[in-house]
């Protein structure tokens, strides 16, 4: 089993910044994507970004440009700086680590994000 802790998220005005950050309780054999999915009210959950140990990352078009996903292999952890905050970015944001052998996905507890106009 994998725990995902996150910690940052909160309330910022349109134009802000916010880092997401999630660490993973272990370490996983294989190249197994992690990064952020969103929620907002009334949706379904998407990607916003994910990253691969070996760097290769995918990104939402919505945040393209915006947000930037990072990864540290030694300490098992991935970040998501998010800067010119929109409004409709606003949703609850899940760290997800992706297990492709097993095709299975570990989920944290989630975090919210509130954009204000």
């Known amino acids: 089993q994998v725990q995902l802790v996150e910690s940052g998220g909160g309330l910022v005005q349109a134009g802000g910044s916010l880092r997401l950050s999630c660490a993973a309780s272990?370490?996983?054999?294989?190249?197994?994507?992690m990064g952020w999915y969103r929620q907002a009210p009334g949706k379904q959950r998407e990607l916003v970004a994910t990253?691969?140990?070996?760097?290769?990352?995918d990104i939402a078009d919505s945040v393209k440009g915006r947000f930037t996903i990072s990864r540290d292999n030694t300490k098992n952890t991935v970040a998501l700086q998010m800067n010119s905050l929109k409004p409709e970015d606003t949703a609850v944001y899940f760290c997800?680590?992706?297990?492709?052998?097993?095709?299975?996905?570990?989920w944290g507890q989630g975090t919210q994000v509130t954009v204000s106009s």
């Open positions: 272990r370490s996983m054999l294989g190249d197994n994507p």
């Open positions: 990253i691969t140990k070996a760097g290769s990352t």
């Open positions: 997800n680590l992706h297990h492709r052998l097993l095709e299975y996905d570990y």
